[in-house]
């Protein structure tokens, strides 16, 4: 995979080492190696520059990244692939429920990174998975993969930031009072458990879910509420919601299990994502 990506240095860009100027728009310590590792990997006005040059007012600096090698230990496999955009960058998915993101022991060759590793050796292009969100197996809806280790690392800080904007849709047992609010409950490992999550004031790290109730459905005692998160922490909405006597509906662990007809499976939907994009600021 190879990208170009150009820059005009501006005014308050005078005297910045071209190191700098890239640190600033988010390339990490990795990406700058890899430049350096290249004859070719930055120029200005078309000839190749040290990454401790200085730059001028005006100055077009070009980047150019090249990746070669694949993720070795992720078969690529033909399965179903949802992908709702596309460009040089990134990749948005709609993933769906009951699919594995990443390989595993038991989910060796069922998973997203399977999928998008076929998608690119089928156009005989050089893939290394890199999932900005992961979403859990029986969750759905959509994730950002980058292409290259530029937009991995911008979308890597922007969440560390809590710069992408995620909502979620979800249906849960129960009529939601206050029909919209805030779950603030620390979340930590259940004692003898290595996946589950429980509320834990003591040890726990803090966690917090916002949600609106958007309808209910009296008949079958469901409501169908917006989610968006202030942290990103294991099974988090999954716990608030059970934490305040709203189980989402279908979680076989935190407590609807019982089903209703015509709703199959874990109802937590990954609806909308909002964030800049990392190479062009849109």
Sequence with gaps: MERRLDYRAGEGDAGLRIEQYLRRRGYSRGCLAHLKGRPDGAAVGGRPRYLNERLLAGDELVVRICETESSERIVPVKLPLDIVYEDEDLLVVSKAAG???????????????????????????????????????????????????LSSCVLAGMSVRKEVEREYRAIVRGSV?????????????????????????GKGESACTHYRRIAYNERLDLSL????????????IRVHLSSIGHPLLGDAVYGAK???????????????LRFLHPATGE
């Design 258 to 272: 019982k089903p209703v007809p015509g709703l199959a499976g874990q109802c937590l939907h990954a609806r909308r």
């Design 99 to 149: 699919m594995p993101t990443h390989p595993s022991m038991k989910n060796y060759d069922n998973s997203l990174a399977n999928a998008l590793a076929w998608y690119f050796k089928e156009q005989g292009k050089p893939f290394v998975f890199r999932c900005t969100n992961r979403l859990d197996r029986d969750m759905s809806g959509l994730t950002v993969v980058a292409k290259h280790m």
């Design 177 to 201: 009072e206050p029909p919209s609010g805030t779950v603030s409950a620390p979340l930590g490992r259940k004692p003898g458990s290595v996946i589950e999550r429980q509320v834990d004031f």
């Design 225 to 236: 509420i917006s989610l968006w998160l202030e942290t990103g922490r294991t099974h988090q």
